[in-house]
């Protein structure tokens, strides 16, 4: 054999020798460097901090969660009922209107001469009546002397009753010519909104054009649907309670913009396409906060759970045999418990119907590293684990050091 092999040799088998004795050092914990061989022991970790929130007992309103559409309570397309040139209109465009307020003016002149004839048509045909009946009244005078016949006198009788009948005629076309009048004002049925105009004054406008758009806010409505197995729930809350409050949130569902409604239908029957059904609520709206065609998410509280238990919505794990959470043992150890969560007390909150005592404390941040018994470090919201001393993080370095053992 040469001698670059026998080198070769003793150099591979001194590498082996040297990593086998390495790896039989690292592989001995208790035999490592540090008092009592507890090398092993300077690695263990510490208490894991966590956040935790006692269980209360409150008052807990039930809600059900919808999304809705803001309607005016009523809308009005004004049209008018007589044609006739546009003199002039009388409100401001997004303004408010009131009940009655003459909002367009038509050229009421065509219409005054209309009834003017009706009028003098009027007298003419009375002063007619008036002749008959001073005739009549002489015939039957006279009848009684025989010097009118009986065929005369019914003549006269019938002059009469048709002269009465063309008065009331006349009467009639008076009422119907002062109707046509009054309609070249064009009122407000109803204190409302007015939207932009839709015909501009000096057009001849007729009973098919659209002056303006009106809409009822005050109050105003909410149409929202639920699903269908809500539709026992709702009913019987009604029947309870007499009314349910209703509150309009914006769409991320972070303010209230109108909490004074009630509800004031349900549906009388269920959409079988959506298994759907609507329902209305009204608003006062005093403050204009709710504007029609608007999208607002509904909160419709149907009961109240008197002295319910409650805890963070975060704490509430969900695993393969259902929800928990973890709560603080005996000796700050964590503990896991089964709860059943009955419902939603809030956005953050959760309604706990069993699996839970009050004043227990819920884990709510950093639970994902927790195991049952695992030893925590509670903190309550907001605190923080304090900065550890210098004298801390030399001892920390001097177990880290220990922990890896002797280079070689």
Known sequence: MSRWK???IVIVV???????????H?????????????AGKGMQKGPVPVTVVPVVRKNVPIYLTALGTVQARYTVSVQPQVTGRLLGLSFTEGGEVKKGQVIARIDPRPYRSVYD???ARLQQDQ??????????????????KGFVSRLNLETQRNTVRQLKATVAGDRASIEAARINLDYT????????????RQVDPGNVVSTNSTIVVLTQVHPINVIFTLPEKDLDRVRRAQRDAGSLQVAALDRVDRHVIADNGVLEVIDNQINTSTGTFQLKARFANKGDSLWPGQ?????????????GMVIPT?????GPDGDYVYVVGKGDTAQMRNVVVSGEASDTQSLIASGLKPGERVVTEGQFRLKPGSRIKPYKPGEVPQAPTAEELKQAARQADRGRGPRH
């Open 295 to 307: 999208f607002v998410n509904v909160r419709m509280r149907i009961r109240t759970v008197d002295n």
């Open 185 to 196: 004002s064009v009122k407000a049925p109803f204190d409302a909104l007015a939207g932009i």
């Open 26 to 38: 690292q592989g001995a914990p208790g035999k490592g460097a540090g008092p009592g061989g507890m």
């Open 314 to 318: 975060q704490a509430v794990q969900r």
């Open 117 to 119: 004839q009706a009028t």
């Open 6 to 8: 026998i080198a070769l």
């Open 14 to 24: 001194l590498v082996a020798g040297l990593l086998g004795l390495r790896m039989c």
């Open 127 to 144: 002063a007619q009546l008036a002749t008959a009946r001073a005739n009549l009244a002489t015939s039957e005078d006279l009848i009684k």
